[in-house]
């Protein structure tokens, strides 16, 4: 019962973070977009990334939330393995490290989770 209520709180506490970057941050979305391409065919939702995991699970997310991600990680061309083994989301300055134990992050441009191994065409380094 313990477990279950840690997984509930860290799924309400990620909601509620990606809402307010969503609403937030909708502003550095676009800037960081800049004149990238419009090229959606790499979304990432069927990789099969280095580690034993994925961040798929988008049952945390309400309709409309699950819609701005997949606009975004399309505009964004979001995927869950790096083409570039120097730059990932866990060493990106907008990546949101998990909680607890949990494997996936979340990211300042999109709602849901993101995995550290993660890429996409808005990564800057962390400073």
């Known amino acids: 019962m313990s477990d279950s209520l840690k997984v509930s709180r860290r799924s309400f506490l990620q909601r509620i973070s990606a809402l307010g970057i969503a609403g937030v941050g909708a502003s550095t979305v676009l800037s960081a977009c800049g004149g990238g391409s419009d090229d959606a065919s790499s979304t990432g939702d069927d990789s099969s990334g280095s580690a034993d995991f994925s961040c798929d699970d988008l049952s945390g997310l309400s309709d409309q939330q699950i819609s701005q991600r997949e606009t975004q990680t399309q505009a964004l061309q979001y995927v869950e393995e790096s083409p570039n083994p120097d730059q990932n989301c866990a060493n990106c300055s907008f990546w949101q ?9 979340g990211c300042q441009l999109f709602p849901g989770p993101v995995h550290p191994d ?10």
């Open 97 to 105: 490290a998990p909680e607890g134990n949990a494997n996936c992050g």
């Open 118 to 127: 993660g890429w996409c065409n808005s990564w800057v380094a962390a400073s």
